[in-house]
């Protein structure tokens, strides 16, 4: 990410290398570690720098850190559960079995993080478009929403960018993003199964 936002800096923006490399590595790191730090506006640098700080908001850091997000362990199982399910679509009978750090993988766990996946993208679908009823933009929606669910701090465009505030934002639409924000951190199943109807039975 760092590479391909410095070369964009440098090629499309006009930067030198060395400040292309420095603003690039501060805020790649900032957003993908959650750090909430930002030494430029990154959103008016450009579609493609936009983009990679999008995606960025739902990678996360490694696991066990506090950093919020999908987190990189669970993209890992799901890109080689991916690639297992390639590999049996033209060799059914072949025995494979997901590895994560030289251990296998059990369904059971390919399951769950593919349920916390689906959940992750539906929350942060219903939000975002919680938020733009409010009267929000697109951008300003969907950004706000994923950086809440990552706790990363700055979002993208010109109503919660780095340059700016929160402060914009209608009162509903801050309670949409606090939900967010609390709902990420928790990281949803906490907070979603105290809506089923079982766990108040037990």
């Known amino acids: 990410a760092i590479v391909s936002v410095t070369a964009w800096n440098h090629v499309?923006?006009?930067?030198?290398?060395?400040?292309?490399?420095?603003?690039?590595?501060v805020n790649v790191t900032s957003i993908l570690t959650n750090t909430g730090?930002?030494?430029?506006?990154f959103s008016t640098w450009g579609s493609f720098a936009v983009g990679v700080f999008f995606l960025l908001y739902f990678i996360g850091g490694c696991a066990?850190?506090?950093?919020g997000?999908?987190?990189?362990f669970r993209w890992q199982l799901l890109l080689r559960a991916a690639y297992k399910q390639l590999i049996l679509m033209f060799s059914p009978h072949r025995m494979m079995a997901v590895r994560y750090g030289d251990q296998p993988v059990d369904e059971e766990m390919l399951a769950s993080v593919r349920n916390f996946f689906f959940m992750y993208l539906?929350?942060?679908m219903a939000l975002s478009l919680a938020c733009m009823a409010t009267g929000l933009d697109f951008l300003s929606s969907t950004s706000a929403v994923a950086q809440a669910m990552a706790n990363t701090g700055p979002g993208l465009g010109p109503v919660v960018g780095p340059a700016t505030t929160f402060a914009a934002i209608p009162d509903l639409g801050k309670w949409i993003i606090?939900?967010?924000?609390?709902?990420?951190?928790?990281?949803?199943t906490?907070?979603?199964?105290?809506l089923l109807r079982d766990f108040w039975q037990r």
């Open 178 to 188: 606090i939900l967010a924000m609390l709902l990420g951190r928790l990281e949803l």
């Open 190 to 194: 906490t907070v979603y199964v105290l």
């Open 12 to 25: 499309f923006n006009g930067r030198p290398w060395a400040t292309a490399l420095r603003l690039s590595a």
């Open 64 to 67: 066990g850190s506090t950093a």
């Open 122 to 124: 539906l929350t942060f």
């Open 37 to 41: 730090y930002a030494t430029s506006d």
């Open 69 to 72: 997000s999908i987190k990189m």
